[in-house]
C-alpha cells in the first residue's frame, strides 16, 4: 500500500514555522491540501511563505489566521475551512509555546497562556474537528477511517521538567485527552494519536542549540547524537495519518533520538 494523504484536507495548526511547518510540507508532498494556520496577524508573512514554498512544489493548501486558545476564533477558522475546502480529514494540534520559569516565580499570566495555547487550544479544534468528522461520515474515496486527529505533545509528556512546569503539565495533560478521545470515538472510525518529539531544531528552543556550548550539552541528551529536524516529525505524521496506520489510535508515538531512555543512566544507576 502507498502512503499517500491524496484527496485529504489536513488542518496543521501553528504551521507558519517550526515543526508545524515541517508537517505541512510532508503532508503537502504526500498529497494532502493543507491548512496553514497562524495565530495573529503579525505572523501572516511567514505562513504565505509556507504556502508559497509547498505550491511551488505542486502542493495545494490555503493559510488560515486563529488563535487557538480562542473559542470564536476556532469556530470561525473549521467554518472557513470548510466552506472553502468541503471538509476536514486529519487536524494536526501542533500550535505550542513555551513561557519558561523558575516554580516560585511563575506568574498565573506565564501558566494560563501556556494552558491555553497548548491544552485549550487542542481542545477546541478537537472538538470541532471531530463534528466536522461525524458530519461528514465515512468517505472511501478518502480513507477507510472518519478522520484523524493527531496531537503534537513531547518527551515532556513523561520526563518531568524543571523550570517549565507549566509546558510539562500541558504535555502530562494531552495524553489523557487524546487517550480519552480515542476512547469515546474509536467506534465511530476515528484514529486519535500523538506524537511525543524530543529536542527538534526550530525556534522554540533555539538557546538549546544556537551555540557549540549548548549543542553539545542537549547531545548528552540524545543517545542517537543529533538534534531533530521538522522533517522528522513531518514524516511520522503523514503515516499515522494514513491508512497504512488504521489500527494504531490512543497511542503516544515517541520521536526523540532515544532521549527517553534517558541517557543519563547509562554511565549511573
Ligand atoms: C520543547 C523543547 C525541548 C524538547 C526536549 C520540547 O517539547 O519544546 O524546547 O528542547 O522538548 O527537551
Known sequence: MEISLKNQVALITGSSSGI??????????????????YPSPGSEAKATDILKGITDKGGNGI????????????????????????????????????????????????????????????????????????????????????????????????????????????????????QTLAQEHGADKIRVNSICPGAIQTPINTNAWDSEKSLEALLQLIPYNRIGQPADIGNLAVFLASDMADYITGASIFIDGGMTTFESFSTGG
Request: hydrophobic share 45%.
Open 63 to 178: 493559510i488560515s489566521q486563529c488563535d487557538v486558545s480562542k473559542e470564536n476564533e476556532v469556530l470561525r477558522m473549521f467554518q472557513d475551512v470548510v466552506s472553502q475546502l468541503g471538509t476536514v480529514d486529519i487536524l494536526v494540534n501542533n500550535a505550542g509555546i513555551q513561557k519558561d520559569s523558575k516554580f516560585t516565580e511563575m506568574t498565573l499570566d506565564q501558566w494560563n497562556a501556556v494552558i491555553n495555547v497548548n491544552l485549550t487550544g487542542q481542545f477546541l479544534c478537537a472538538r470541532e474537528a471531530i463534528k466536522e468528522f461525524l458530519r461528514r461520515g465515512i468517505d472511501p474515496s478518502r480513507s477507510v477511517a472518519c478522520g484523524k486527529i493527531i496531537h503534537i505533545s513531547s518527551v515532556h509528556e513523561i520526563i518531568p521538567w524543571a523550570g517549565h512546569a507549566n509546558y510539562a503539565s500541558s504535555k502530562g495533560a494531552i495524553r489523557m485527552l487524546m
Open 20 to 37: 508545524g511547518a515541517g508537517i505541512a510540507q510532508s503532508m503537502a508532498e504526500a498529497g494532502a491540501t493543507v491548512v496553514i494556520n
